[in-house]
């Protein structure tokens, strides 16, 4: 412990608290509806000039705390599973896996940098920003929530990854020279801030629902739970929608074995399309699926990119085996779709997302017609992660996918507010 203490010191921790904190500031200003581009530009550049700046043991502090702000939540799901006493360890875990990571980028960026003969601490720079412009590439265990640059999803400068570059080179010019000048090239960078009113068209209604995880899975709330449903559907056709879409597994069972409830929802399609969650049975291999109802046709899509842990098991079969053993009750994983799936209703396209993957990079490729997404309707399932930040996270990684490639995003959930973002 003596050893640890002195490698850390107060000055390294703080450090590191202090960048990490305004690494993460634009998530909690959003959180708490106090959006300012200006201030999320300012923390952003001040945490990269910090961390930039910064000796190898900083860079470990930062990671780890930037994994405690970012992803503290990710434990929660244990809370469910009546098991409290993980979610220490799990966030434990995080901060260490980031640190590491950190950490190794700092170790290589200096190690490479002292093997150049004409060795300055601006070439060390250099390895380090190069390092964080690669780092969104880096994703533990299929995870890829983290992005630096996503800092600037609300803010004067773009998210891309040229603009991001820019930035960089910039930063890294303005210590290495100790001169602002450097950060003149930010200003063909800047970007106002449009405000795009939020609105649904008026034929659309996408549905919140507000059921909580013990009562979702249990048997004896499913009547109850799908009379809401229907209920919500009959109002929408009564308001003249023409499109109703409910969130994640509102279906918490295997719809396509219940004829009862595929057959009202086809009789309801009559009058008004549907877009469902639930889950699909096909043969003994379950998939997390939408479900498409138009004029009593059915169409099943299924979910392509799983939730890591949550959904399958990253790891080899052995491990994989012992830890839905010991924390899901022998639970079987889903399997992933092979084929990402765009359907169409009302002459209108949309490319299918269920929670997760809507925030993976896979989804917004090309499709069959050559051509990204231009509508995207996802499904979520917030239950297992509030209250928290989670909600915050994922609404800002769907805008910054929304910025990157245009597509519009109508996203239905669970146990917080459901949103467009045009």
Not at 146 to 161: G, W
Not at 201 to 220: A, G, I, R, Y
Not at 309 to 334: C, I, K
Request: proline share 5%; charged share 15%.
């Amino acid at each position: 412990m003596s050893k640890i203490s002195q490698y850390f010191s107060t000055f390294v921790l703080i450090r590191g608290f202090f960048i990490a904190l305004l690494s993460s500031a634009f998530i909690y200003l959003h959180a708490f509806a106090l959006v300012s581009p200006a201030l999320n530009t300012l923390t952003a550049l001040l945490a990269l000039a910090l961390l930039l700046k910064s000796n190898r043991k900083v860079w470990f502090t930062s990671g780890a705390f930037i994994a405690l702000f970012w992803f503290w939540w990710i434990g929660l799901s244990f809370i469910h599973y009546k098991m409290p006493w993980v979610i220490p360890f799990v966030i434990l875990m995080l901060m260490g896996l980031y640190g590491i990571l950190f950490l190794g980028i700092a170790w290589l960026s200096e190690t490479l940098a002292k093997q150049i003969p004409t060795h300055t601490i601006l070439i060390q720079y250099g390895f380090k920003a190069l390092g964080l412009l690669l780092l969104s590439t880096i994703h533990p265990f299929s995870f890829d929530w983290y992005k630096p640059e996503l800092m600037f999803v609300q803010s004067y400068i773009p998210i891309d990854k040229f603009s991001f570059f820019i930035v960089l080179l910039s930063v890294v010019f303005t210590l290495g020279r100790n001169s602002f000048f450097y950060l003149l090239p930010l200003i063909f960078l800047f970007t106002p801030v449009q405000k795009t009113a939020h609105t649904l068209p008026s034929t659309m209604q996408l549905v919140s629902t507000h059921t909580k995880v013990e009562e979702k899975w249990n048997p004896q709330f499913h009547a109850q739970q799908f009379s809401t449903i229907f209920q919500a559907i009959d109002l929408a056709i009564k308001e003249k929608k023409t499109l109703i879409v409910f969130p994640e597994s509102v279906f918490p069972l295997f719809l396509n074995r219940s004829h009862h409830l595929l057959e009202k929802l086809q009789a309801k399609s009559k009058e008004i399309s549907i877009v469902v969650g639930g889950l699909y049975l096909e043969g003994n291999i379950p998939h997390n699926s939408t479900y498409i109802f138009e004029n009593t046709h059915m169409q099943i899509a299924s979910k392509v990119i799983l939730v890591p842990f949550g959904e399958a098991n990253p790891l080899p079969d052995f491990l994989s085996q012992w830890v839905n053993r010991t924390f899901y009750d022998n639970a079987v994983d889903y399997q992933a779709s092979k084929e990402i799936v765009d359907y169409t209703i009302d002459g209108t396209t949309y490319r299918n997302a269920i929670c997760f993957e809507a925030t993976s990079e896979r989804l917004y490729e090309k499709g069959k017609n050559g051509k990204r997404p231009e509508n995207m309707i996802v499904l979520s399932n917030n239950g297992w992660f509030t209250p928290s930040i989670e909600p915050t996270l994922q609404k800002l990684l769907l805008l910054y996918y929304h910025k990157k490639y245009g597509t519009t995003i109508y996203h239905a959930v669970n146990m917080s507010k459901s949103y467009v973002i045009p």
